[in-house]
């Protein structure tokens, strides 16, 4: 069992920077590969980042490559989500998600944080 707590959400300007983080709880933190979702209300989760267990490999969603950046500190337990030069398309519930394989897709993940609203206004 892991448990996933996200933080970090929270009203900033177009343009601008957050850092979301979700610790987790568990000594095999280091086991699994961690991504990290959004979702908006009425839609599905849509893919934004996954970086595998040791932090060697990293996978960006199209609309977010350039501008955030996953990393992880196992030592910690937690995973980042940097996101900088934020868009107003970026507003969503930001859901971190743990799981044994390193992919893009919502259904490889097996565990799930309860989420961060992250909202950017124009």
């Known amino acids: 069992q892991v448990l996933l707590v996200e933080s970090g959400g929270e009203l900033v300007q177009a343009g601008g920077s957050l850092r979301l983080s979700c610790a987790a709880s568990?000594?095999?933190?280091?086991?699994?590969?961690m991504g990290w979702f959004r979702q908006n209300p009425g839609n599905e989760h849509h893919f934004v980042a996954a970086?595998?267990?040791?932090?060697?490999?990293?996978n960006y969603a199209d609309s977010v490559r350039g501008r955030f950046t996953i990393s992880r500190d196992n030592a910690k337990n937690t995973v980042y989500l940097q996101m900088n030069s934020l868009k107003p398309e970026d507003t969503a519930v930001y859901y971190c998600a743990a799981g044994r394989l390193y992919s893009i897709n919502y259904d490889a993940y097996e565990y799930w944080g309860q989420g961060t609203q992250v909202t950017v206004s124009s």
């Open positions: 568990g000594r095999t933190f280091g086991s699994y590969a």
């Open positions: 970086i595998t267990p040791s932090g060697a490999r990293t």
